[in-house]
């Protein structure tokens, strides 16, 4: 998650959790204890899966379930992201793009056409005046063959 600019981060190699520090005013002090609380309230908030450094012994019991539950939800979350980011990755290992394909084949002498390269040539073939009625026909049913597949 992206936190303030001025922002004190760590990883706490005991806890395993990262932790950031907000910056507060000169001296270290961030006013009354209420404003304190407020503060930490709206930073808890916005900063769900992160351990603010504040003290602890000023949240409600509802706060930290509330908070607790959030985490949760976030770390389900970040699970599934990395799961989908896997799975992509294994398909885009297994599969290459087309235009290497083609410079493969080409290297091989061979010409691979995708259907609607194909479909193009049948069109202009059965629009040839050149094209005899054989061929006109043999265009269209190739025509109605990738038509169908679209």
Not at 17 to 41: D, F, H, I, M
Not at 104 to 112: C, S, V, Y
Not at 137 to 142: C, I, K, R, T
């Amino acid at each position: 998650q992206a936190v303030p600019a001025g922002s004190h981060v760590r990883l706490n190699l005991e806890t395993g959790e990262r932790e950031a520090k907000l910056p507060g005013r000169e001296n270290g002090e961030s006013g009354t204890r209420e404003e304190r609380r407020r503060k930490r309230y709206r930073h808890a908030r916005h900063w769900v899966g992160w351990a603010v450094d504040v003290n602890a012994n000023s949240f409600t019991s509802e706060e930290l379930k509330k908070a607790l539950a959030k985490m949760k939800e976030s770390e389900k979350a970040e699970r599934k992201v990395s799961f989908l980011f896997l799975k992509q990755c294994t398909v885009r290992k297994k599969f290459r793009p087309i235009e290497q394909l083609k410079e493969e084949f080409e290297k091989l002498n061979m010409k691979m056409e995708t259907d609607y390269e194909i479909m193009l040539k049948l069109i202009s073939k059965f629009n040839s005046s050149a094209s005899t009625l054989d061929e006109k026909v043999a265009a269209l049913y190739d025509l109605e063959y990738y038509v169908h597949q679209v």
